[in-house]
Each structure stands twice: as C-alpha cells, then as structure tokens.
C-alpha cells in the first residue's frame, strides 16, 4: 500500500492551478484567441494540450521551456513562482532603458552644451 500525504497533494494541485491560469494569462497577452493554436506552434498534441489548460496535468520541462519561449515568459513563473521577484526585476530593466534612452537623447541634443562643460574635451581637442 502507498501512502498517501495529503500536503504534497494540495501542493500539485495549486501547481495544476495556476499554471493553466498563467498560461491562459500569457497566451491571451500574446494574442492566441485559440489556445490549441499555441500547442501546435509549440509542438505539443492536443490532447496534452487540453490536459494542461483543464489543470488535471502538468508538463514536462521540454514542453515547460517551448511555451515560455514562446510566450516570452520565465519557465517559473509560467510554474506559479511568485511574481514579486519577476516583477521587480522586469520593473528595474524598465527603468534602465528609460534612463538610457534619457541620457543618449539630452547627448544627442545637447552637443554643443556638453563641449563647453567638458573642459578637458576642449583641451584634448586643441592638442
């Protein structure tokens, strides 16, 4: 007899749920009206397929990896890991860019400011 231990069961069971969630969530953001439309770009039968959106099964990691390349997601998130982290990160990379597009704009306006405040830009320039 196998026993049975009812915390490991919750545990899949909310891995089945919100795995289907997120995978409905990122592949509606991406555009996919028909979901089995997605499975068969990503290689995986529909039978699996409908598995996974119904939550009875979860993919393998193969299958795991070509849906979040797909859909441009981290493999954990699309596994149900917190989005605090995930959130953070992509929030930090938005600042970033915004700082980098600011600072290459005001350089790219600004030139003639920038070699009057630039004293040793002037100096090398002479020599």
Same mark, same amino acid.
């Given at each position: 007899?196998? =026993?049975? *231990?009812? %915390?490991? *069961?919750?545990?899949?069971?909310?891995? !089945?749920?919100?795995?289907?969630?997120?995978?409905?969530?990122?592949? &509606? =953001?991406?555009?996919? &009206? #028909?979901?089995?439309?997605?499975?068969?770009?990503?290689? /995986?039968? !529909?039978?699996?397929? !409908?598995?996974? @959106?119904?939550?009875?099964?979860?993919?393998?990691?193969?299958? /795991?990896?070509?849906?979040?390349?797909?859909?441009?997601?981290?493999?954990? +998130? @699309?596994?149900?890991? *917190?989005?605090?982290?995930? @959130?953070?990160?992509?929030? !930090?990379?938005?600042? /970033?860019?915004?700082? +980098?597009? #600011?600072?290459?704009?005001?350089?790219?306006?600004?030139?003639?400011?920038?070699? @009057?405040? %630039?004293?040793?830009?002037?100096?090398?320039?002479?020599?």
């Amino acid at each position: 007899m196998v =026993a049975v *231990d009812p %915390d490991t *069961d919750r545990t899949v069971a909310l891995r !089945k749920a919100r795995f289907k969630v997120r995978l409905r969530r990122a592949a &509606e =953001a991406c555009g996919y &009206e #028909n979901l089995y439309q997605l499975g068969r770009v990503c290689g /995986i039968s !529909k039978d699996s397929f !409908k598995k996974y @959106l119904s939550g009875t099964r979860l993919p393998n990691y193969e299958c /795991i990896l070509r849906l979040a390349l797909v859909l441009g997601v981290p493999c954990d +998130w @699309l596994m149900g890991s *917190d989005e605090g982290p995930m @959130l953070r990160s992509v929030l !930090k990379a938005r600042e /970033i860019d915004a700082a +980098w597009k #600011n600072k290459t704009s005001k350089t790219a306006q600004l030139p003639s400011e920038r070699s @009057l405040d %630039d004293s040793h830009t002037r100096r090398e320039a002479k020599c």
